[in-house]
């Protein structure tokens, strides 16, 4: 450092000594010009003593099983789980700056305490003692770690799922015989993201990523895509998505079967509204001209919105949990997609354990009353040009609800 630039930072450090704690702006920038290290404050330095981790968490919540997932939204035993999982790649060595750095369980903990609250950064620094810097610098590593580690586990690929079970499980529980999953596409709000133009501006007039998803007889997501621009058209993201693929390539569907209790051989499909294409295996409802006109029609309707159904049970169960998406998403759009690819595997860590305590229950309903309807919101009912099978197909479900009759499981 040569004679002049000693004299800059003298001079520097005589002007921050003669700022008052109002001119925090000011002090920032002259930290910034004349790179200088800012003062650490004396309410972080403070962390390991009267953070929430060490005087709610450590203190109390670690023995009140109840509150504790009340707070984390995950069981004790589930955090630990996570926490073995994803601890090696958060932990941070000491060294001579920071003696005590931030350890996993702190930065686990906080992490989930955002996406179940979707509390700003700032707010949880007074709580956590940590300051925002530093947590919006480990929360996109933690959220990236914990989907490296869940999603071959609770988000397996298709070929490693069982469909023949999947559509046994909703000809048991919501009466569709051949059914292997529910499909729908949430507009998922966010902060518009900058210098992006109008690319996340949806129809509905503010900014989106969209999340489409299969979802199975239990409520749990299957398959999912993350990531499209809201402004892209609804049928345009769907074939070009993941399971748009599958669905075109029959990879994921088994062999035709004949239908209970009949000689109606038909293919398997999966059930979704009038935001997707009729085809021989996509089922969408009659328009509503078409169900009042016939009460045979009127019936499938009945069974494709029951077999459905699950699909906003499970937005609707994630939204309660997670309430971040009551919130417009101040992250950047690839940090967004991980907050969601997360959420849907914690759901689905919840739901099975969920599913083994109460396997006559499928659904407490007053877990999904409350939805962000502002912040998330389905696809434009488009559906795009129907091919000639899928009114075949459609037609033949028509003919044998309006024959069977079902006994109502789950009504």
């Known amino acids: 450092m040569n004679r002049l630039e000693r004299k800059k930072k003298l001079i520097a450090l005589l002007i ?43 203190n109390h919540l670690v023995d009140e099983e109840q509150r504790f997932k009340s707070y984390f939204r995950v069981t004790r035993e589930m955090f630990a789980y996570i926490l073995n999982l994803v601890e090696g790649d958060l932990t941070t060595a ?3 700056r920071v003696k005590t750095p931030i350890t996993a369980a702190e930065k686990l903990a906080l992490t989930l305490r955002f996406l179940a609250t979707g509390e700003s950064f700032r707010s949880l620094a007074f709580g956590y003692r940590i300051s925002p810097s530093a947590i919006s610098t480990f929360v996109p590593k933690v959220l990236a770690a914990i989907q490296k580690q869940l999603v071959p ?20 529980r919501w009466d569709f015989p051949n059914c292997v999953a529910a499909i729908d596409g949430k507009h998922v709000r966010i902060v518009a993201p900058s210098k992006s133009g109008s690319l996340y501006f949806n129809f509905k007039g503010f900014f989106s990523i969209v999340l489409l998803a299969m979802i199975d007889a239990n409520c749990k997501f299957v398959v999912i895509d993350v990531g499209s621009y809201g402004k892209e058209g609804d049928a345009g993201i769907f074939n070009k998505s993941k399971m748009g693929l599958l669905v075109k390539n029959e990879t994921i569907f088994p062999p035709s079967k004949f239908l209970p209790h009949s000689n109606i051989l038909l ?17 969408k409802p009659y328009s509503k001209a078409q169900m ?18 699950v699909s906003e049970n499970a937005f609707g169960i994630m939204c309660a949990i997670f309430r971040i998406f009551f919130t417009p998403i101040n992250l950047k759009p690839e940090t967004v997609d991980s907050v969601i690819v997360v959420c849907c595997c914690l759901h689905n860590m919840l739901r099975d354990d969920y599913i083994h305590r109460n396997p006559s229950q499928l659904v407490k309903y007053q877990d999904v009353e409350d939805f ?10 488009t559906g795009g040009f129907t091919k000639s099978d899928g009114f075949q197909v459609r037609s033949r479900f028509t003919d044998y609800f309006s024959t069977q009759d079902f006994t109502n499981h789950e009504d």
């Open 372 to 381: 962000p309807t502002q912040n998330m919101i389905p696809l434009a009912g």
């Open 94 to 96: 000491s060294y001579n």
């Open 153 to 172: 586990i609770f988000l397996p690929s298709p070929d490693q799922i069982n469909w023949n079970q999947k559509a046994e499980e909703f000809k048991k």
């Open 292 to 309: 009042l006109e016939d009460p045979n029609k009127r019936k499938f309707n009945y069974r494709l919105s029951k077999a459905r159904r």
């Open 267 to 283: 293919p398997h499909v999966i059930v979704g509204d009038e935001a997707f294409r009729l085809s021989e295996h996509i089922m």
């Open 16 to 58: 921050l000594r003669h700022l008052t704690i109002d001119d925090e702006d000011e002090e920032y920038m002259l930290h910034e010009h004349w790179n200088l290290r800012k003062k650490v404050s004396e309410i972080y330095n403070k962390r390991e003593n009267e953070g929430i981790f060490k005087m709610l968490i450590n």
